[in-house]
């Protein structure tokens, strides 16, 4: 069954540097989202990406973050100059495809640790 | 705005029995999508269940099922004969069309043998 990937599956950097979070979506997905996780607290909505642009941000989502699809498979999130409150599990999902749009699919996350 | 709400932070039940969690939702929408989400220990997100608001007929997943309740605005997820590898955070989450997901604070369910 196809699934969603992230890479890596945790990542630790230094505060104030830039990480790249990757994705590969089900192949055959057209919608494109990533969600945080602060440990401990509920998963929050940060952008949904279509047609290679943002079509919703939340406010979280501020301009220390940036998506890409570099190419046909990847879905990038960037975090520059990260701060230690963007410590947390980062989601990627997609939808769409022969299921629809209303189901979002998960990958199984991205441990960022900023020290 | 849609908020999600479950009451109960916590859950147990004993291996083989039925357990029954809770999710509340606020919406002035009349056609949206709810879903039960598991996360393990291993932190992924694994869909368990989704109903669409336009069926009256309750979703059921083997194990899994749920009571929607739309007047009501609620979803609550029953699972039956439950197994020690159902132990996890069950997250409710509400999405409308074209929107995006809502999620509730989830409920940690323990399950003991």
């Known amino acids: 069954e196809p699934e969603v990937t992230q890479t890596p599956s945790h990542q630790v950097t230094q505060m104030g540097q830039e990480v790249i979070l990757r994705c590969v979506p089900i192949?055959?997905?057209?919608?494109f989202y990533w969600y945080r996780q602060i440990l401990g607290q509920k998963v929050e909505f940060l952008v949904s990406?279509?047609?290679?642009?943002?079509?919703?941000k939340s406010e979280i989502f501020d301009d220390q973050f940036s998506v890409e699809r570099p190419d046909g498979s990847n879905f990038t999130l960037k975090i520059r100059s990260t701060k230690l409150e963007d410590s947390a599990m980062y989601f990627c999902?997609?939808?769409?495809?022969?299921?629809?749009?209303?189901?979002?699919?998960f990958g199984p996350g991205t441990r960022l640790t900023v020290l | 705005a849609q908020t999600v709400t479950q009451s109960q932070p916590e859950m147990s039940v004993q291996e083989a029995e039925t357990v029954t969690l809770s999710c509340t939702y606020d919406?002035?929408?009349?056609?949206?999508?709810l879903f039960w989400y598991k996360q393990p220990p291993s932190r992924q997100m694994i869909l368990v269940i989704r109903?669409?608001?336009?069926?009256?007929q309750n979703a059921t997943e083997n194990r899994f099922s749920v009571n929607f309740q739309k007047a009501a605005k609620s979803f609550s997820l029953k699972i039956s004969d439950s197994q020690l590898g159902d132990a996890a955070m069950y997250f409710c989450?509400?999405?409308?069309?074209?929107?995006?997901?809502?999620f509730g604070p989830g409920t940690r369910l323990s399950v003991l043998p």
């Open positions: 999902a997609s939808s769409g495809g022969q299921g629809g749009t209303d189901t979002q699919y």
């Open positions: 192949s055959n997905h057209l919608y």
């Open positions: 990406f279509y047609n290679n642009e943002i079509s919703e």
């Open positions: 919406t002035s929408e009349s056609d949206y999508y």
């Open positions: 109903q669409e608001a336009y069926k009256q």
């Open positions: 989450a509400y999405r409308n069309y074209g929107q995006n997901f809502v």
